[in-house]
């Protein structure tokens, strides 16, 4: 590549820096393989083969563009940085599922089983399988939580967060948590990124942050109800609303 300079080439055709990137993740894999393997011309294509043969999808490579919209989790978000960032779908529940299972092993107490009585169908906590289930939702929102640290510290100057909830949670629940102090047995009653949100912003914006759309220094917001023609898809709840909160200007980057 180097001799023949057809880095440089690919660089002249049209999508030019996508084909360099391309040439670049294969040039990734050989590294990898031959890590693992050796270096063997042979080898590397008896795994390629394999590849095809089994139908795994080897994730492309990505090239920067100008004009581009990059689609991504969380976790592959970390150690980057946009000029603008979106996170949505923030009022999506929490996954607790596994914590509800009839058997939980923890790493503290071990095999934690539910126990059920003799004659009796019904399941009940064990002290275990409660201190267990205890622990590892401490432990799971605490991931949450630094998860939504990562995807709110990758914008470099505007931030877009985007989520629904129901009208309870505008009307009555947020408000009422908003009065209190956030210690940790408010944090951990909330099933999902905007129950930590919601609070936030009617303490820094006031009581009627939630009302109705506004702008405060740092940010602005904006409420959808479900029949919001403004909306390009109709929410399945029949109480739902969209709520939108960005910096107030572009070059303001919010903490």
């Known amino acids: 590549i180097d001799q023949t300079h057809y880095a440089d080439w690919m660089a002249t055709q049209e999508r030019g820096e996508q084909k360099r990137a391309?040439?670049?993740r294969l040039l990734q894999l050989t590294r990898q393989f031959d890590a693992y393997d050796g270096e063997s011309l042979y080898r590397f294509l008896r795994f390629v083969e394999a590849q095809q043969e089994s139908e795994v999808a080897v994730e492309p490579a990505v090239a920067l563009a100008a004009d581009a919209v990059r689609l991504m989790s969380i976790h592959q978000s970390k150690g980057s940085e946009f000029p603008v960032v979106a996170v949505?779908?923030?009022g999506k529940l929490f996954n607790f599922s596994d914590l509800y299972n009839r058997i939980i092993l923890d790493e503290e107490y071990g095999l934690s089983p539910q126990i059920q009585p003799p004659e009796t169908p019904q399941f009940y906590p064990s002290?275990?399988?409660?201190?267990a289930q205890r622990?590892?939702?401490?432990?799971m929102l605490g991931e949450?939580?630094?998860l939504l640290y990562v995807a709110m510290t990758r914008a470099a100057q505007r931030l877009i967060l985007a989520g629904t909830t129901g009208v309870n949670s505008l009307e009555n629940k947020w408000p009422l948590q908003a009065q209190r102090i956030q210690g940790a047995a408010e944090i951990l009653a909330c099933r999902n990124y905007l129950d930590w949100l919601g609070p936030w912003l009617i303490r820094t914006a006031g009581p009627t942050a939630l009302t109705a759309s506004g702008q405060h220094p740092l940010l602005s917001w904006t409420l959808y109800d479900e029949n919001d023609p403004r909306l390009s898809q109709p929410q399945n709840s029949t109480?739902?609303?969209?709520?939108?909160?960005k910096p107030a200007e572009p070059d303001i980057a919010p903490h």
């Open 88 to 90: 949505a779908d923030l």
């Open 239 to 245: 109480e739902s609303t969209a709520t939108e909160v």
């Open 22 to 24: 391309n040439v670049e």
């Open 135 to 139: 622990r590892q939702k401490r432990k």
């Open 127 to 131: 002290l275990p399988w409660w201190l």
């Open 144 to 146: 949450e939580m630094r």
